[in-house]
């Protein structure tokens, strides 16, 4: 009996191996077979930097989706990765008084690095370990990271990447949802200034309203529907001068030279011309992660063209310019500026500039109904729109300067000074409201500071600092053994 297995299976490996040997026997599932085994691996796991009121609702809305990627947490301190570790490790969100928890996240230490100067500064020599030219904390990973996104404010980006930096390759994908334009150019320029080696990006706008819950740690309310709108932006590696993506010169015909056709007469009809392709094509990295944030329903996003979310930044960058510093120095909510005539008068004396300095931007040029769009009457109308419907709402600005945090005011209001400067467009009434800005926060600051004189000793601080780490060390232990 079990001869006559060994030799029926012999048999019918024989002819196995002679279906396969056959030259028409399902080409079609050998060739797609193949395609996809040439296909790098991609991998699925999706790091979030930033885990406040968005970073934990994109978190939250990634793990709530059929199939979902590994997800992991990068907290930026070890007393939040050790709350993170004594809680029960999941993320609640309300939506409508409905409470929706989601877990399987993963947790890891990326400790900001704090720069002065384009330069690193404070790190503790006798807890670092030096990887070439990359300083590695102690408690920090060195696992690539493929897809990242970072949702800290504007002026943390910096010191957040400095902190995986080391972790990014020239295939990674990094999505920025900032508030405020000239953080990509900042990114470029501080942290990967070599193109070879930077990763690529995207960006993304947020208009979905959150705020954190008083009823427990990692609890999220979702109090305003939005969307995400989402935007892959061309590498320089990947840029041609034939790409549809970069400025086209005006074209001159010359008079003497008569066309050249090429083709035969048939294929000269446009119904019979192939459409002309993209010479930019998505990286495995960047397309999973766009896939992925697009099938999340809970994030409503679309994906939209550079130019088209250019546009789109520089629409939500106005109405910013205005909403968010007039409200820091009237401490008020937004619907303060509504009705009011001193504050009507300062609000089209702003604008004006603004309008000026983004009609003249030499990207946008080639664009139609730009000056259209981006009138100081056009303008003005969505400012009082989106003031009107969030008037009973306080911005983040605002919050930010109440606690005494730095705010994002130069990446609003300064981006408008600074773009202005290269164009040669004075823009006075914007910097001044930068400086009145910065001001207030300082005088906040100081209030803060000396409502609080009694400071732990630095020992002590020292002290607490290594009990966190040992008691994160030790709950690490537990949960291998």
Same mark, same amino acid.
Request: aromatic content about 6%.
């Given at each position: 009996m079990t001869s006559w297995k060994k030799e029926d299976s012999l048999a019918m490996e024989d002819k196995s191996l002679d279906v396969k040997d056959e030259p028409d026997a399902s080409p079609a599932s050998r060739n797609t077979a193949d395609f996809y085994r040439a296909k790098p691996v991609v991998d699925r796991r999706i790091h979030i930097m930033g885990i406040g009121n968005v970073g934990s609702f994109i978190a939250h809305a990634l793990r709530g989706i059929p199939n979902p990627p590994p997800v992991t947490l990068l907290f930026p301190r070890w007393?939040?990765?050790?709350?993170?570790n004594d809680s029960p490790k999941k993320l609640a969100l309300i939506t409508d008084g409905d409470v929706e928890v989601q877990e399987g996240y993963d947790a890891e230490l990326a400790i900001p690095r704090i720069r002065y100067h384009g330069k690193e500064v404070g790190l503790d020599a006798s807890s670092t370990e030096t990887a070439g030219n990359v300083t590695i904390l102690e408690g920090e990973s060195t696992e690539p990271i493929s897809s990242l996104i970072i949702c800290s404010k504007a002026p943390y980006?910096? /010191?957040?990447?400095?902190?995986?930096?080391?972790?990014?390759h020239k295939d990674s994908v990094v999505l920025f949802l900032q508030n405020g334009m000239g953080i990509v150019e900042e990114v470029n320029r501080e942290i990967f200034p070599d193109p070879a080696t930077r990763p690529h990006y995207m960006l993304g706008i947020n208009s979905h309203g959150m705020h954190t819950s008083p009823d427990g740690q990692f609890t999220t309310v979702h109090a305003?529907?939005?969307?995400?709108?989402?935007?892959?932006l061309p590498h320089e590696r990947d840029r041609q001068p034939d790409s549809p993506y970069m400025p086209k010169p005006k074209f001159t015909a010359p008079k003497d030279s008569p066309p050249v056709y090429t083709s035969p &007469?048939? #294929?000269?009809?446009?119904?019979?011309?192939? &459409?002309?392709?993209?010479?930019?094509?998505?990286? &495995?990295n960047q397309r999973h992660l766009l896939r992925t944030l697009l099938r999340t329903p809970v994030l409503s996003a679309t994906s939209f063209s550079p130019p088209d979310l250019l546009q789109m930044q520089l629409d939500k960058l106005a109405v910013n310019c205005i909403i968010n510093p007039?409200?820091? =120095?009237?401490?008020a909510r937004n619907g303060a500026i509504l009705n009011n005539y001193a504050l009507t008068r300062t609000m089209r004396l702003l604008l004006s500039e603004i309008s000026l300095v983004i009609r003249s931007l030499p990207e946008l040029q080639y664009i139609p109904n730009v000056q259209q769009r981006f009138d100081p009457g056009r303008l003005e109308t969505v400012v009082v729109a989106v003031a009107n419907l969030t008037r009973d709402n306080v911005s983040s600005m605002l919050a930010d300067t109440r606690k005494g945090m730095q705010t994002e005011i130069d990446y609003i209001n300064g981006w408008v000074v600074k773009r202005g400067?290269?164009?040669? =467009? /004075?823009?006075? %009434?914007?910097? %001044?409201?930068? /400086?009145?800005?910065?001001?207030?926060? %300082?005088?906040? /600051?100081?209030? =803060?500071? #000396?409502?609080? &004189?009694?400071v732990k000793p630095k020992q002590a601080r020292a002290d607490t600092d290594l009990d966190v780490r040992e008691g994160v060390a030790e709950a690490a232990k537990k949960e291998k053994s």
């Open positions: 007393e939040r990765l050790k709350e993170w980006v910096l /010191q957040g990447l400095s902190s995986v930096k080391h972790r990014l305003g529907f939005g969307t995400i709108s989402l935007g892959i &007469p048939d #294929e000269l009809n446009p119904e019979y011309l192939p &459409p002309s392709s993209a010479k930019f094509s998505f990286t &495995p007039l409200t820091v =120095i009237l401490d400067e290269e164009l040669g =467009i /004075q823009c006075a %009434m914007n910097y %001044m409201l930068v /400086q009145l800005v910065k001001g207030k926060r %300082m005088v906040v /600051q100081h209030e =803060i500071d #000396e409502s609080v &004189p009694l």
